[in-house]
């Protein structure tokens, strides 16, 4: 439909005819949503969905009553993967109308990164968009650097490079500064650090079709970490932060990483590779190592890690986890403000003697019966974080992408999770 249709919001039922307990009702000037329960963010994001899925691309939300977390629902329900969607709104106050821009903007950098193909997102190509988003938002606050190929080797950065040398397009870090504080010495305040597998096949351990169909949104967990620094940045931290993200594709070939390979990482640790299908761990643990070498207070890794917190949470939910707790509360806290999914899994010193290798450090999986897949990835994580009991959190982001639509998102990217690493980076703790 390319006309524009007027959408209403109402405190009471829908007239009978549309039915009991009716989200939506059509009338002659538009559509009513009808919320007549408290949970009214979840009923305005399922009325978006249902508008989108019924070919209503062009709305105009009318009324007062449409403050900023209304539309910002409602946005989120009728955004679609393809272009086309246009929905307008009586301007909110000054304030409020920049917040829901730079919502929008973060937002739709980090979908629109990871709908796009792997062969038009390739593992350079995500770390310089990253890097030229970023600076576009603070020109005068932002440095990057971005190494790549047989630089990697030359810096020690030996998980990246590894995971990344079976393809042809060349492994990449980028390493963002974002120092509003004028001060070159500053101390960093936060490191957040991305996995980007711009694609992953699974190497050796080859996925089947089903399971690699998705893979182009590997790196949800990078884009996540951009729009969360994007976000924070237009909220006015004044913090300073780095960006790191760890980007490669897992591809097979002639050099291609092979079961039983060994990786030497820069921290000394030895790792044995027991499934080519972990590595996202492998180049994250580069990227913690250098975020530990910059002391900061906070060394958050953003990551589509593992199936088994997938298994867990299903797609409305990010799974958390931290031996600091009061970081955890912390990072719980600002979740629910921001009406985003994030529930704690454990993580706990015992899961760090799961990974035996008979010729490593550790293997780079899990072995024996019943093993707690997450909190196991977590537990490797934990062992190229310098203090990892304090200062340290795992985000597995289970919430970054869904195969197929449901009552409230579209298929593809979701953007969840960048408001609430926003919250945290914009805190005053």
Same mark, same amino acid.
């Not at 390319?2 to 009991?20: K, R």
């Not at 990449?172 to 504080?181: F, K, S, V, W």
């Not at 490593?360 to 203090?387: C, H, K, Q, R, W």
């Given at each position: 439909?390319?006309? *524009?249709?007027?959408?209403?919001?109402?405190?009471?039922?829908?007239?009978?005819?549309?039915?009991?307990?009716?989200?939506?009702?059509? @009338?002659?000037?538009?559509?009513?949503?009808? &919320?007549?329960?408290?949970?009214?963010?979840?009923?305005?994001?399922?009325?978006?969905?249902?508008?989108?899925?019924?070919?209503?691309?062009?709305?105009? &939300?009318?009324? %007062?009553?449409? %403050?900023?977390?209304?539309?910002?629902?409602?946005?989120?329900?009728?955004?679609?993967a393809k272009p086309g969607n246009q929905v307008s709104w009586k301007a909110l106050d000054d304030d409020e109308e920049a917040e829901l821009k730079a919502r929008i903007t973060a937002t739709h950098w980090v979908r629109e990164v990871i709908n796009q193909s792997a062969d038009? @997102?390739?593992?350079?190509?995500?770390?310089?968009?990253?890097?030229?988003?970023?600076?576009?938002?603070? =020109?005068?606050? @932002?440095?990057?650097?971005?190494?790549?190929?047989?630089?990697?080797? %030359?810096?020690?950065?030996?998980?990246?490079?590894? @995971?990344?040398?079976?393809?042809?397009?060349?492994?990449?870090?980028?390493?963002?500064?974002?120092? =509003?504080?004028? %001060?070159?010495?500053?101390?960093?305040?936060?490191?957040?650090?991305?996995?980007?597998?711009?694609?992953?096949?699974?190497?050796?351990?080859?996925? =089947?079709?089903?399971?690699?169909?998705?893979?182009?949104?590997?790196?949800?967990?990078?884009?996540?970490?951009?729009?969360?620094?994007?976000?924070?940045?237009?909220?006015?931290?004044?913090?300073?932060?780095?960006?790191?993200?760890? *980007?490669?594709?897992?591809?097979?070939?002639?050099?291609?990483?092979? &079961?039983?390979?060994?990786?030497?990482?820069?921290?000394?640790?030895?790792?044995?590779?027991?499934?080519?299908?972990?590595?996202?761990?492998?180049? &994250?643990?580069?990227?913690?190592?250098?975020?530990?070498?910059?002391?900061?207070?906070?060394?958050?890794?953003?990551?589509?890690?593992t199936g088994a917190a997938k298994n867990a949470l299903g797609n409305d939910y990010h799974a958390l986890f931290s031996f600091d707790h009061e970081l955890a509360q912390?990072?719980?806290?600002?979740?629910?403000?921001?009406?985003?999914?994030?529930?704690?899994?454990?993580?706990?010193?015992?899961?760090?003697?799961?990974?035996?290798?008979?010729?490593?450090?550790?293997?780079?999986?899990?072995?024996?019966?019943?093993?707690?897949?997450?909190?196991?990835?977590?537990?490797?994580?934990?062992?190229?974080?310098?203090?990892?009991?304090?200062?340290?959190?795992?985000?597995?982001?289970?919430?970054?992408?869904?195969?197929?639509?449901?009552?409230?998102?579209?298929?593809?990217?979701?953007?969840?999770?960048?408001?609430?690493?926003?919250?945290?980076?914009?805190?005053?703790?």
């Open positions: 439909m390319s006309a *524009c249709m007027s959408v209403f919001l109402s405190h009471e039922a829908a007239a009978e005819q549309w039915g009991q307990n009716a989200l939506i009702s059509f @009338v002659a000037d538009g559509v009513t949503i009808h &919320l007549t329960d408290e949970h009214q963010h979840s009923a305005l994001q399922r009325a978006g969905r249902k508008l989108d899925a019924q070919g209503i691309k062009h709305v105009s &939300l009318v009324g %007062d009553e449409w %403050d900023l977390d209304a539309i910002w629902a409602f946005l989120q329900g009728h955004h679609n038009v @997102v390739r593992p350079s190509q995500l770390a310089s968009r990253a890097g030229e988003f970023i600076k576009s938002l603070a =020109p005068e606050h @932002v440095t990057y650097k971005i190494i790549k190929g047989n630089d990697l080797l %030359d810096e020690g950065w030996m998980g990246t490079h590894t @995971v990344g040398r079976g393809s042809e397009r060349s492994a990449a870090m980028l390493r963002l500064d974002y120092n =509003p504080t004028g %001060d070159a010495d500053a101390p960093v305040h936060t490191c957040l650090v991305g996995k980007g597998i711009t694609f992953d096949s699974g190497g050796y351990s080859l996925k =089947p079709s089903a399971g690699m169909a998705a893979m182009k949104a590997d790196m949800g967990g990078a884009a996540m970490a951009t729009g969360g620094l994007a976000l924070a940045i237009s909220r006015g931290t004044n913090k300073r932060i780095k960006l790191i993200l760890c *980007c490669a594709e897992n591809m097979i070939s002639g050099r291609a990483v092979k &079961l039983g390979d060994i990786i030497t990482y820069k921290n000394g640790k030895t790792v044995e590779i027991l499934n080519t299908d972990a590595e996202g761990r492998l180049v &994250l643990a580069d990227g913690l190592i250098y975020a530990s070498s910059q002391n900061p207070e906070v060394i958050i890794d953003c990551a589509t890690l912390q990072a719980l806290l600002a979740a629910s403000e921001e009406q985003e999914g994030l529930w704690p899994l454990p993580l706990a010193d015992h899961h760090r003697s799961m990974m035996p290798s008979n010729f490593a450090d550790l293997a780079n999986i899990s072995s024996g019966d019943f093993m707690p897949g997450a909190s196991t990835a977590a537990a490797f994580l934990s062992y190229f974080v310098e203090d990892y009991k304090k200062g340290w959190m795992h985000i597995d982001c289970s919430g970054a992408y869904r195969k197929s639509a449901s009552d409230k998102w579209a298929a593809g990217a979701t953007g969840m999770g960048v408001r609430t690493l926003a919250n945290i980076l914009s805190s005053e703790a």
